[in-house]
């Protein structure tokens, strides 16, 4: 079954260091991938997408994602955390154009410290 | 702003109701999807309306249903209000073709069902 995981609950960082949210995916094939981050009570904001190409993907607010292939990652990052990054962080995968049936991971809460 | 619209934001029903929520998705957007969030998870996929089709479904009964109609509306009905259907309700929309595309999501409709 396609599954899209994301091994880390809740993280905590202090305002400036750097972040890094893990995603690994379960899919037959190398899927479309995307990063979404949510405040309370609120929707989904779209950071990046990695569809095909580079492997280093640039988003919104600073942040970056790198596709690894062989490790079935697709990891977020961002070199220097503010406050207001502080939000919950969904990764995501459908299997094509075509498709659009997103699989979510379950969240990873960020806290930042000031 | 994602030009996607939820309506109402806040729903309160008994169980047993039925209830229908209401989204407005992008001008020229052909696929409006649907996803429940409870609390605490990652959205999980209802179904998927392609040109006013349904053309994809997830683990959801069948008192879940839609439509999708020419002008960019769509609608989610329940039937039979469970406890368990308290959630947030997310509508995405998006333009599907061959390169592939991403959801733009709205803000939600949040549901509690007493």
């Known amino acids: ?114 | 702003e994602t030009g996607v619209t939820q309506s109402p934001t806040h729903l309160i029903k008994t169980r047993g109701q039925q209830v229908t929520l209401r989204c407005s998705s992008q001008s020229g957007h052909n696929t409006v999807s649907w996803y429940q969030q409870a609390l605490g998870q990652g959205p999980q996929f209802i179904f998927q309306y392609y040109r006013e089709e349904e053309n994809g479904r997830g683990n959801f009964p069948p008192r879940f249903s839609g439509l999708q109609f020419p002008n960019y509306s769509s609608e989610l009905n329940v039937n039979a209000l469970e406890l368990d259907d308290s959630a947030l309700y997310l509508c995405a929309s998006s333009l599907v073709d061959e390169s592939g595309t991403e959801a733009f999501f709205g803000q939600g409709t949040r549901l509690t069902v007493v």
């Open chain 1, 1 to 114: 079954a396609q599954s899209v995981t994301q091994p880390d609950i809740h993280i905590t960082v202090s305002e400036g260091a750097s972040l890094e949210l893990r995603c690994n995916y379960s899919y037959g094939a190398t899927p479309y991938l995307f990063w979404y981050v949510q405040s309370p009570g609120q929707g989904l904001q779209l950071l990046l997408k990695y569809f095909s190409g580079d492997t280093l993907v640039q988003g919104i607010k600073g942040f970056e994602a790198e596709f690894k292939r062989s490790q079935s990652s697709f990891n977020l990052r961002k070199p220097s955390v503010h406050w207001s990054d502080a939000a919950e962080y969904f990764c995501a995968a459908h299997s094509g154009a075509g498709s659009y049936q997103l699989t979510f991971g379950k969240g990873t809460k960020l806290s930042v410290i000031p």
